[in-house]
Nanobody
Framework: QVQLVESGGGLVQAGGSLRLSCAAS????????MGWFRQAPGKEREFVAA????????YYANSVKSRFTISRENAKNTLFLQMNSLKPEDTAVYYC?????????????????WGQGTQVTVSS
């Protein structure tokens, strides 16, 4: 079992940046595939980005590609999401997720563990 705690959300103007963090409790964090998802009011939770633990390969949703960067620091059991050029449509609660496996996963059903979420609000 791994516990995940997100932080770094907030209110930012369009065009601005935020960096989200996800702290994991498990010392074997380095062997978990990790991902970021988001959920806007009245909408389904959607995939944002994912990272493999073996070769740190990454995968992004088209809507965030070239603006967001997912990374991980295994020594600190921490996952990051750097968000640049933010748009009002990026407003959502952002969740990190973990799956004890190698690979890249882009659907929520493939993840076993979830954080509580952090709110990101982008004003126009």
């Amino acid at each position: 079992q791994v516990q995940l705690v997100e932080s770094g959300g907030g209110l930012v103007q369009a065009g601005g940046s935020l960096r989200l963090s996800c702290a994991a409790s498990q010392r074997t964090f380095s062997t978990y595939a990790m991902g970021w998802f988001r959920q806007a009011p009245g909408k389904e939770r959607e995939f944002v980005a994912a990272i493999n633990w073996i070769d740190t390969s990454t995968y992004y949703a088209n809507s965030v590609k070239s603006r967001f960067t997912i990374s991980r620091e295994n020594a600190k059991n921490t996952l990051f999401l750097q968000m640049n050029s933010l748009k009002p449509e990026d407003t959502a609660v952002y969740y990190c997720a973990a799956r004890r496996a190698s690979g890249i996963y882009n659907t929520r059903y493939e993840y076993d563990f979830w954080g509580q979420g952090t709110q990101v609000t982008v004003s126009s």
